[in-house]
């Protein structure tokens, strides 16, 4: 597995019951997982430009990968106050978050991608069910869970990636590509394409062997 290092800028806020020089206060960084700053403690060494090494304070409940990881922090300059390390990004000078405006959308977006999988077939709130060329499709939680069974072969599994590898006779990496094409609006490179397939279908592999 590849060494992931990931470096965060970060910026010194001098510690307000505490002299300038004192080099006390906290260490801020945006982290653009979390979507909120986090404070380091900055060990006495002020806004000195230097490469910290610190366990990331991400929370794995918002989705973050960084949780119970290392994180680099660039410290580079000081600040007065914890908001000036906030991007100047309109939505968080609004106070909205990517992964909450996603997660309040989930349901509409996994049963939208859901119908568009069955092709239009008996998709009822958050469950499809429906024989197709002899075999039987079930489908329950948008996906949480599904099964085909057919004339001589069952598969089950979890998500619509392996659901629509399973339909469509494709892999799952590449159904993931092709779904983040499209929701997205892009279209990547052969090079790009083919390391997310390959990522995602050894994922899927190593997923279903767990299960
Ligand atoms: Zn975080």
């Not at 510690?15 to 080099?23: C, H, L, T």
């Not at 653009?32 to 806004?47: D, I, L, M, N, S």
């Not at 072969?153 to 392996?162: I, T, V």
């Amino acid at each position: 597995m590849k060494q992931i290092v990931t470096t965060h800028p970060a910026r010194f806020l001098p510690s307000p019951d505490a002299k300038p020089v004192s080099g006390l206060g906290t260490l801020a960084t945006w982290c653009p997982h979390c979507e909120r700053v986090h404070t380091h403690g900055a060990a006495g060494r002020g806004a000195q430009h230097r490469v910290e090494k610190r366990g990331a304070h991400c929370d794995a409940a918002l989705g973050s990968p960084m949780a119970g990881r290392g994180v680099s922090l660039l410290v580079d300059g000081s600040i007065d106050a914890v908001d000036e390390v906030k991007p100047a990004a309109p939505m968080v000078r609004a106070g909205l978050q990517l992964h909450r405006q996603l997660a309040d959308a989930a349901a509409a977006l996994r049963r939208a991608l859901l119908r568009t999988l069955t092709a239009r077939r008996a998709v009822r709130q958050d469950m499809a069910a429906f024989r197709l060329e002899g075999h039987e499709v079930a489908v329950l939680d948008l996906g949480l869970s599904w099964t085909i069974g057919g004339r001589d072969s069952d598969a089950s599994g979890r998500g619509l990636l392996s659901l629509a590898a399973s339909l469509y006779g494709v892999t799952p990496g590449i159904a993931g590509r092709r779904i983040l094409e499209t929701t997205a609006g892009i279209r990547l490179p052969p090079d790009v394409a083919i390391e997310i397939e390959g990522t995602l279908d050894r994922w899927s592999q190593s997923n279903e062997a767990a299960r």
